[in-house]
């Protein structure tokens, strides 16, 4: 028996999701929710008439009840951010709607994994987590998983190697205020100033690489994608299933997503991403990865720019 995996919020990325799942082998049952019934209605009837090309697959537009035994449940629901405006500028209004939804999809699912995709994303993350009740391991907040997919197609197209190859991350909030630790930057387990070196002493024409500028594509790629297009949606969606596939496999894998922290790096009550173990239990738990000093003051930063933010919320 295959998975079932039930969407709330049928915009964009939900709708997305939705249809890059029905095409994956991840779900073999998908319910799609949204209080828009027309729309959610329409999404599915638009996908489901193009599933005659793969297995069999169940995609309803249904209810929270609809809901049950669901082993994965992703919450795309909230205001879309407009052009210009910051993610945080979206919290109050989309926690009021996080706020509505948990105790129903929490009742009726109360077994499944969350994933966190609303923006702003690390305090819908916090917030789900203090009123749904559920055990910590259960939530999972997507994070920078998505500013980390940026980072490392950043460093394939600079450094003209295989994406595969890359082992980078971005650490703090899914926003302005995160970073690269650049520390623990490597390819193919060569730290990337080495790597620099070696492929300049082999006569590569390679520049060196701006890292500053590196962050800033990481930062504004986002909002320059919603300047020109008026939203993203392929690049989330396709991150958010990558990591159902990582929730169903058989063994954990590392991945940046947001989570709530109890002391690391000197970090406490917040949700934000560092690497985490991520597997078919859910959150197992943090890996330590090795900071510098002002790598760790980057990110308690980044974590202290999200408490203010959660102050002034009516949670």
Known sequence: MGSKITIIGAGSVGATIAF????????????????????????????????????????IAGDYEDAKDSDIVIITSGIARKPGQTRIELAQTNVNI????????????PNAKYIIVSNPVDVLTYVFTKISGLPENQIIGSG???????????????FKVAQKNIHAYVFGEHGDSSFVPWSGADISSV?????????????????????????????????????KKGAT????????CELCSIVLAASDS?????????GEYGIDDVCLSVLNLVGPNGVQGKIPMRLTDEEVAKLQSSANKLKEVIAQLDI
């Open 20 to 59: 890059k799942l029905s095409y994956e082998d991840i779900a073999s049952e998908i319910v799609m929710i949204d209080i828009n019934k027309d729309k959610v209605e329409g999404e599915v009837m638009d996908i489901e008439q193009g599933t005659c090309f793969r297995s069999p697959i169940s995609i």
């Open 98 to 109: 996080i706020k509505s939804i948990t105790p129903e999809i929490v009742k009726a699912a």
């Open 144 to 158: 920078t998983l998505l500013d980390t997919a940026r980072l490392r197609y950043g460093l394939s197209s600079h």
């Open 191 to 227: 730290n990337i100033d080495d790597y620099y070196e070696s492929m300049k002493a082999h006569g590569a024409d390679l520049a060196e690489l701006d890292k500053d500028g590196m962050e800033e594509y990481v930062h504004k790629s986002g909002g320059q994608v919603i300047a």
């Open 233 to 240: 949606f392929y690049a989330v969606s396709v991150s958010v």
């Open 254 to 262: 590392v991945a940046t997503v947001s989570t709530m922290m109890h």
